[in-house]
């Protein structure tokens, strides 16, 4: 039986775009002719959430880009929450793209990185080929109708979106065993107002039985990352949400 052939390596390089630095992993051919795949995380996520995928089509001749976003991981964090709205982001993109010398990508995204590149699309669909998006589906916009408003509504003020706007808040991931945390992140079952509450995280004594597609390995990469570089680029994105509605 013949081995089985070794996964497309992952090479990683930083790149100034739209007057940031980012930090990005890419596989596959380096050729700007090759069909590009644009893969964009959410929170609290990295570049590293897209490992697998890039991989899978990379040895399918598919060229990955998997950036870690404004705020995260290796890539510039501004210190001003406004500084994350959708149009900073999707700029950057942008810029990366044309940095890269890529004219037009697949995109993939998930959570927040659903978000952005729903926006992506509405601002600059000549840079998109297809889109496929997980988690987070469009929501148009609705003038009269603002999002942090309607999470109020829905879920009350205790809700994880609306404790994410107090200024300061990224101090609470301090007290926090982050190894625990990304684990019951990860695997969160609970929708409405118990989710991601941090309070009902660090009271919890459930066990957790990893998944087979999370490891201890993978678990200890994601706290690492974010021990060094703390949450407040991450919370940052939610506090722009009604800037980033308009």
Not at 36 to 56: C, D, I, K, N, T
Not at 92 to 121: E, K, M, P, Y
Not at 169 to 178: G, H, I, K, R, T
Request: proline share 6%; hydrophobic share 45%.
């Amino acid at each position: 039986m013949a081995a089985a052939a070794a996964a497309p390596e992952i090479r990683h390089r930083q790149v100034e775009a739209n007057g940031i630095t980012m930090h990005v992993a890419e596989a596959g051919p380096a050729s700007a002719a090759a069909p590009a795949v644009l893969f964009v995380h959410g929170f609290p996520e990295l570049w590293y959430s897209w490992r697998h995928q890039m991989g899978h089509l990379a040895a399918r001749g598919y060229r990955c880009v998997a950036p870690d976003l404004r705020g995260y991981g290796g890539t510039s964090a501004p210190p001003d929450p406004a500084s994350y709205t959708a149009f900073h982001v999707v700029g950057d993109l942008v810029a990366l793209l044309d940095a890269l010398r890529l004219r037009q990508v697949f995109v993939v995204g998930h959570d927040w990185g659903a978000i952005v590149s729903w926006n992506l699309c509405l601002l600059r669909p000549d840079r998109v080929r297809a889109l496929v998006n997980l988690s987070v589906a469009f929501m148009p916009r609705h003038p009269s109708a603002k999002p942090l408003d309607y999470f109020r509504r829905a879920y009350g003020d205790d809700y994880y979106v609306c404790k994410f706007q107090e200024p300061g808040y990224e101090a609470q991931f301090a007290s926090l065993d982050l190894k625990r945390f990304f684990k019951m992140a990860i695997t969160v079952q609970t929708t409405g107002s118990s989710a991601m509450s941090l309070q009902k995280m660090q009271s919890s004594n459930k066990q957790i039985t990893l998944p087979s597609w999370l490891s201890e390995e993978d678990v200890s990469y994601l706290a690492s990352v974010y021990a060094k570089t703390g949450f407040a680029g991450g919370l940052n994105y939610y506090r722009c949400l009604d800037l980033s509605r308009g």
